[in-house]
């Protein structure tokens, strides 16, 4: 008993630092070449146009992740980011159904039961997923995105409830 207590104490103290920023996995994921048949363009595409937020919560604070996630630089992935605001655009060619599992593919992050980002999941820091403040008890791979859709992940314990929307600004 105390060598699990032990153990569990090593391994949340362990844990990254959700205050500080995330590291851009780019490197594993989108450098131009397309990733799960999403391409990389030379400027946005604006025939299918939304808007989704994302939250990451450990411990009830919220994660840093890095902006201009989807733009390696010479081309602009179809999903991607502008900002830290956790805001995901979607601007594409075509209309279809993309997943918060596309968007972390291309960023080149972790995103499963077991893992996010650099956090690993179990039993007593378990994945809580939430969609516009309801919970969701699908694989977090195939949530769909959908406009000004609000998702939540939450790992380890929270205090209150995660954020059931998100203030977009104007025009999105």
């Known amino acids: 008993m105390a060598i699990a207590v032990l153990i569990g104490g090593l391994a949340w103290a362990s844990r990254p630092d959700p205050l500080k920023p995330q590291a851009n996995f780019d490197n594993n994921g989108g ?5 799960d048949g999403i391409k990389c363009a030379t400027s946005e ?3 299918f146009h939304i808007h989704a937020h994302r939250d990451i919560f450990v411990d009830g604070k919220k994660v840093k992740v890095p902006q201009d996630i989807g733009i390696p630089g010479q081309c602009i992935y179809w999903l ?9 655009h979607v601007e594409s060619p075509v209309q279809r159904q993309y997943t918060l599992g596309n968007f972390f593919d291309i960023w080149g992050a972790p995103l499963s039961r077991d893992k996010v980002l650099s956090f690993d999941i179990n039993s007593s820091e378990p994945l809580r997923i939430y969609i516009n ?8 791979r195939k949530i769909p995105i959908e406009s000004h859709e609000e998702i939540a992940l939450v790992i380890g314990q929270m205090k209150g409830k995660p954020p059931a929307s998100y203030n977009f600004p104007p025009n999105y």
């Open 31 to 35: 450098t131009g070449q397309p990733v």
């Open 45 to 47: 595409q604006l025939a």
């Open 80 to 88: 991607h980011t502008h900002d830290k605001s956790g805001i995901i």
């Open 133 to 140: 403040g309801k919970r969701y008890h699908g694989d977090p």
